[in-house]
């Protein structure tokens, strides 16, 4: 991931961790206050924990983009589109897949399950993306995400420490997306800091 198109795509996948850490938060909230997971107030600065997380994301984002635009096109343009579109059909499936699993456990008034299955298919789809470019800390996110999410589902089927499932699921799932968005966004602008220096020194 070393050509402007690629950092500019990671630039944009930035704002959606930003908004989806909000809403891995908001869950989370929700949870830890029927379950009684921990007390309101703690649950509170939590939440607003990574709504300051997000925040600096989003204008992470918003700086990183400004600090690309000046740094010339590469060579690597035609493949990052294509990268992009497989990216997109990443997304897409995973979209689908949480859209189904949501309508379906919800049909059936089991919502408990919903925030395991989903952050058990938010970290699948982190494998393909660490894949397709070459980077691991996808990977690296992806595991413990997974497991959490596998051993989520296990509380709520044995009914073991089953009122902490979906909270914890949740948490994960914020954890994850605030730390892929903060790796995104310093990637991008230390993508930019350089290509700017070489560039200017180039002219010099």
């Known amino acids: 991931m070393n050509t402007k198109g690629s950092l500019k795509n990671l630039n944009n996948t930035a704002y959606l961790l930003a908004f989806f850490t909000i809403v891995w938060a908001a869950s989370m ?19 607003v924990i990574f709504l300051a997380i997000a925040g600096y994301i989003y204008i992470s984002a918003v700086l990183g983009y400004r600090s690309l635009k000046p740094i010339p096109e590469d060579d690597g343009s035609i493949q990052d589109k294509l990268k992009s579109k497989r990216w997109s059909v990443a997304f897409a499936l995973q979209a689908v897949a949480i859209s189904l699993s949501g309508a379906l456990l919800g049909s059936f008034k089991l919502h408990v399950f919903i925030a395991p299955v989903m952050l058990l298919i938010v970290g699948l789809h982190y494998i393909p993306i660490s894949m397709l470019y070459h980077t691991t800390i996808q990977t690296f996110v992806a595991i413990p995400t ?23 699921c949740s948490l994960v799932g914020a954890v994850g997306c605030a730390t892929l968005g903060i790796w995104a966004t310093t990637t991008v602008r230390a993508f930019a800091r350089q290509a700017s220096s070489e560039v200017k020194a180039d002219k010099t």
């Open 29 to 47: 909230l929700v949870w830890f206050i029927l379950d009684d997971v921990l007390p309101v107030g703690a649950t509170i600065v939590l939440s």
């Open 146 to 168: 997974i497991l959490v999410a596998i051993l989520g589902l296990l509380a709520i089927f044995t009914d073991t420490g089953s009122r902490y499932a979906a909270g914890v």
